[in-house]
């Protein structure tokens, strides 16, 4: 039995309902739906849904959706091969031994490799050391860290991985080269490397961060069956010992973490996005953490970044601190003679959640206008209606609105009461429309309509689609159909297209997706690839003509009523005409 089989072996056993049901208490809501409060966020108005039919999860205001296997990972915070044993055995199938074992095993190889090859090129590269000791780093930081370099060679990796029997498509596969046009080479050149490690130590990504003026100055490894940003916290594994003892101290950049941990601040951790995670957060909890000090950049994006991380759902079961940084960033602090003693001032200044919520709500506001203790009491009620009837936040929250906006507990407490009596908020408003967001939706369309297909149709109609429509390089439609071509598994396809940035409204297009009848799916995929060639026509002739504009041409002119030609010849397909 292969992945495939298993995974569809488990969905056969195991009701999508009942295991959601177990989180979530769900009401019918439909035919083969129910509904219910999402799990993953804080809500009052149910926009969470399980339909049974299509096996899907989905929540309509964060976005968060998938299948059974997706949900359990999510919910119980773990990777995917750690949930498919778990599902597997609740099931009664059979996982074939070390299923998947074997190929993760050689990833974690080809991670060790690459990582020898990058702290080889450190050594033989003094300029690189020299970077490093510059921002003030120790030879023992940048050893416990396993920092290396990556020389500006293209193929120096790629190489070196082949004398050691590795082949490109398997250093693809692990993130640590690229390919373009069939031609594979470095992901990371001239850029210093941080091996990023899982919670178990091992090396699952990299990070490179340029040393000349290369963009982008910081280089992640794409998302690899071993590796989601969202799931790891960069130096956990040495942070683990202190974080036992009830502190974590979280930062934004992976150098801050390493000079906190130089300076003493061995229990900080950093994350790999832009503030703290759901999983992320249940990782900390693996550890006993009671208290979060999210000492994030002091700029507009880090206060936005440490409000983004107090919302979290897994945030209420932790006590949150915010660092207000003498510096901009606390890396800044290890070339400060008095960096140690600075920064643990620092944490004794952090502002409890309450008082940084309060502050972040008041600020640019003049408490002494009545409609500016309005607009702090509208920002702050969210979090004083709590669903928990013992939130310590929460109370906390309004004890000091009373103290700061002049309000009688009693009138707090009316105000909040009619809130909660007030009509149900309208469902989310749909994601903000983007430049090319109409071709983006038509090109969600297509992907919906493919992952809707019954697994043995699945790659003929996806070589189908691939030599019927073009799409751009870079767009999310190339992308899906290159790693279709790759790998043909509908469940590993919907996996990683739910955590890019449209993968929520992909998962809405497949909820809502009705079912095609076999014999009209000729006819539905004609006219779905006819709309998208239209759409990727008329952003191509509104380009044209914006050059015409400027610079008229015979030639150009030409080319525009080309462009007219096929789009009306597409109209025509998809009227039916």
């Not at 989905?58 to 999510?74: P, Q, S, T, W």
């Not at 150098?255 to 759901?278: P, R, W, Y």
């Not at 290890?334 to 920064?343: K, N, Q, S, T």
């Not at 408490?367 to 109370?395: G, I, W």
Request: glycine share 8%.
């Amino acid at each position: 039995m292969d992945l495939v089989q298993v995974v569809e072996a488990i969905k056969r056993r195991l009701s999508l309902k009942e295991v959601v049901s177990r989180y979530v208490a769900l009401k019918p809501a439909g035919r083969g739906r129910w509904k219910g409060l999402c799990p993953f966020h804080q809500e009052k108005t149910p926009s969470f849904y399980v339909d049974e039919e299509k096996g899907l999860f989905h929540c309509f205001g964060c976005k968060a959706g998938g299948d059974l296997i997706a949900f359990v990972e999510r919910i119980e915070g773990l990777d995917f091969q750690t949930a498919l044993e778990r599902l597997a055995e609740e099931a009664g199938v059979e996982l074939p031994r070390r299923l998947g074992g074997e190929r993760r095993k050689e990833l974690y190889e080809v991670l060790k490799l690459a990582q020898a090859y990058f702290q080889e090129g450190l050594r033989a590269h003094p300029e690189a050391m020299a970077y490093l000791e510059g921002r003030g780093l120790s030879g023992e930081s940048v050893g416990r860290f396993g920092l290396g370099y990556a020389p500006p060679k293209g193929d120096g990796l790629l190489t070196y991985l082949s004398r050691h029997g590795v082949s490109p498509e398997e250093g693809l596969k692990a993130g640590v080269l690229a390919e373009k046009e069939g031609r594979y080479y470095d992901r990371f050149r001239n850029r210093i490397t941080f091996p990023i490690k899982d919670h178990l130590g091992r090396i699952v990504a990299f990070t490179g961060r340029a040393l000349g003026d290369e963009a982008p100055k910081y280089l992640n490894s794409p998302e690899t069956p071993l590796f989601r940003k969202r799931e790891v916290l960069f130096a956990f594994p040495e942070a683990k010992a202190r974080l036992r003892e009830g502190r974590a101290i979280v930062v934004e950049g992976l150098f801050d973490a390493i000079a906190l941990h130089q300076l003493g601040f061995s229990e900080t951790v950093a994350v790999l996005g832009s503030g703290l995670s759901e999983e992320q957060a249940r990782l900390l909890k693996t550890q006993e953490v009671r208290e979060v000090y999210l000492a994030f950049d002091a700029d507009e994006a880090g206060q936005k970044a440490t409000l983004q991380s107090l919302d979290l759902e897994m945030a209420r079961k932790f006590l949150f601190y915010a660092v207000r940084l003498p510096v901009k960033d606390p890396g800044e602090l290890l070339l400060h003679p008095e960096g140690r003693a600075l920064f643990g001032k620092a944490l004794e200044e952090a502002l409890p959640e309450v008082e940084f919520r309060f502050q972040e709500a008041a600020k640019g506001l003049d408490l002494s206008r009545p409609e500016h203790k309005r607009k702090v009491l509208e920002a702050l009620t969210p979090r004083m209606l709590s669903p928990e009837p013992f939130d310590p936040v929460a109370e906390r929250l309004k004890a000091l609105v009373v103290e700061r906006l002049g309000l009688s507990p009693k009138e707090l407490a009316d105000y909040l009461q009619a809130r909660k009596r007030g009509r149900p908020l309208p469902p989310p408003p749909p994601p903000k429309a983007e430049p090319r967001n109409r071709t983006l939706l038509l090109e969600l369309d297509v992907m919906a309509l493919l992952l809707s297909l019954p697994e043995e149709s699945f790659l003929n109609w996806v070589l189908y689609a691939a030599d019927h429509v073009w799409p751009p390089e870079g767009s999310l439609l190339a992308e899906f159909l290159e790693l279709a071509r790759k790998e043909p598994r509908k469940d590993y396809l919907r996996s990683v297209l739910s955590r890019k940035e449209a993968g929520g409204i992909l998962l809405e297009r497949l909820m809502l997706a009705p079912e095609v009848d076999p014999s009209r799916l000729p006819e539905v995929m004609d006219k779905a690839l006819a709309r998208l060639r239209e759409a990727y026509y008329l952003e191509r002739r509104a380009k044209l003509k914006e050059i015409f504009l400027q610079n008229p041409s015979q030639e150009l002119l030409r080319e525009i009523q080309e462009l007219d030609q096929a789009i009306e010849a597409e109209r025509r397909i998809y009227r039916g005409l």
